[in-house]
Structure formats: C-alpha cells, structure tokens
C-alpha cells in the first residue's frame, strides 16, 4: 500500500481569467508540493472544485496531475457524489492506472441516515478498482458520518482503508482512534486541529494549506509522528490565523487568494464561488509577511 500517514495536499485546481484550467500553474503547484516533501496529492476533492468541472476536464487533470508527478507521490483520486449510481460510473469511466486510492465524500445533500450512508459506500466499494478513503465533512454535505458507521465500514469491507475525518468534533476522532482497526488509517480534515489529532493518535492529515505551505506542513507531521509536539505546536500556532483567514470566504476561494500572493496561480474560482475580497487580500498578505 503506498503511503498515506504524512502530508496529503488537496491540490487546488487554478484557472486562468478568462476561466480555462491553467496547467503551467497546476505544474508549479505539484513541484512545489514535491519538493516539500508531501506524502500524497489528492486529485479533484471539494478543494479542486470538482463540481464546476466537466468529464473531459476532470480526466484531464487527472492525466495531467499523474504525468507530473512521475511516481513521485502518492496519488488520490477525488471521486464521489450524493448519486451512488453516477459514483460507480464514474470510477467504470475515469483512467486511473496510476492512481493508488480513491478519495469519497459522504452523501451530500440528500441527508442520508446512517444505514444508507453504510449502504452507498459498501455499493461504490463493490465498484471500486482502488481502495477507498472515505471522507466525513458535515460541515458542507449536512450530514455526519457517525463513528460506528466508519468503523463498521472499515471492518467489514477490506477496500476500505482510511477516512479523512473533517468533522471537528476531537470526541468523534477519538472515538474512531480507539476502535478502529490496527491497519485502518484517520487522516485530519482539519488544518487548524492538525496536531491536535495527531496527539491522540490520528495518522496524518489531508490538507488545504499543504498548496501554500508544504514544507512547513510536512515538517509538522514529521514531528508529531516523532513525538515532539512541543516543536510541532510552533508552526500550529504560528499558522492559526492564516488557517482562519483561508476559510473566512469560503474554499478554495481563501487558499486560491493566498497563494495568487506567492505566484504559485491566480485567484480566480468558478461560479456559484466568486475571488477573495481585497480585505481578505490584505488580511492575508499580512500574514505571509509575518511568515516570511
């Protein structure tokens, strides 16, 4: 299995101004990813603005993103919906040969009970030709995935190897810590409780920040796995207003923004999102000052 306990970044798709995907910038952005050492690029997520993508561009990226990153990383493929249906044709659909998993939201939307939560993943898992990480995000689908329906999916279907748990909730993390199985992985959602998880055992994190700021992200995990949290909490801590600021006006409308400031794309998003306002510009340039 290819490693997934260190740094994953959930790449940003950029765009030009006139709205085109901007694959001079997407190069820029996996280099500078690779070179600060991420463990995984995780490939058309909630961060990449799948939603506002076509077939033939999403199949795009995906060909772009594993050409340049020559093997280099692990690879996650951001496949997934409210239709179960449309999940399974689309992992039938998409070339995946040098994807090594398949990153899955929970039902949004429709407001599934738990049972039809269990029932849509162990269907896409049956369809599935890579092992799956599931992703828990109440905060945009509506819906939390409980930890008993995490756990029961992680021992009872063998493809399903990880989730990125995006809840908040420290209780509900520790919960799924405690009782998951040995080689099952929980991976932080959140980059602003990052070390916090770690503490009680979380494996790693998939992470929106990881696009501006991979060295000081990877280094960060790096310490928390060797224990030395008192080194870890300095960038935590140092960072947390950032944190803030790239969630203020919504994602990746904040990280787009920050990273326009680094030259690493522009801040255009695709409608219904609209750019960063010039007083989160400002909030964050002055952030990245700080930083630097």
Do not use: W
Request: charged share 25%.
């Amino acid at each position: 299995m290819k490693a997934l306990n260190g740094l994953g970044v959930a790449l940003v798709t950029p765009f030009t101004k006139e709205g085109k995907i901007d694959f001079p910038s997407l190069k820029k952005i996996i280099n500078h990813c690779i070179l600060g050492n991420v463990t995984s690029l995780v490939v058309l997520g909630t961060t990449g603005e799948a939603a506002t993508l076509t077939e033939t561009e999403k199949q795009d990226v995906f060909d772009f993103v594993a050409e340049n990153a020559n093997d280099s990383v692990t690879l996650v493929a951001g496949i997934g919906g409210n239709n179960t249906l449309q999940t399974i044709d689309e992992l039938k659909k998409f070339n995946l040969k040098k994807y090594h998993y398949i990153l899955s939201v929970c039902p949004y939307y429709s407001k599934p009970n738990q049972e039809g939560i269990y029932q849509h993943y162990k269907t896409i898992a049956k369809a599935s030709p890579l092992p799956i990480i599931l992703y828990n995000v109440p905060g945009r689908t509506g819906v939390n995935m409980k930890a008993e329906t995490t756990l029961r999916l992680a021992r009872e279907i063998d493809k399903i190897v990880a989730i990125k748990e995006a809840s908040g909730n420290i209780e509900q993390c520790m919960d799924l810590v405690y009782d998951k199985p040995k080689d099952f992985l929980v991976l932080s959602g959140d980059d602003s409780l990052i070390v916090s998880q770690m503490a009680i055992g979380m494996n790693g994190c998939i992470s929106v920040i990881g696009n501006l700021l991979p060295s000081e992200f990877s280094k960060m995990i790096a310490l928390c796995h060797e224990n030395k949290y008192d080194e870890a909490r300095v960038t935590q801590l140092k960072t947390k207003r950032i944190v803030d600021f790239l969630f203020e006006e919504g994602n990746p409308v904040g990280i787009k923004l920050a990273m326009s400031l680094k030259s690493l794309c522009t801040e255009f998003v695709r409608l219904p999102l609209v750019k960063g306002s010039e007083e989160l510009k400002i909030k964050l340039r002055n952030e990245l000052i700080q930083l630097d």
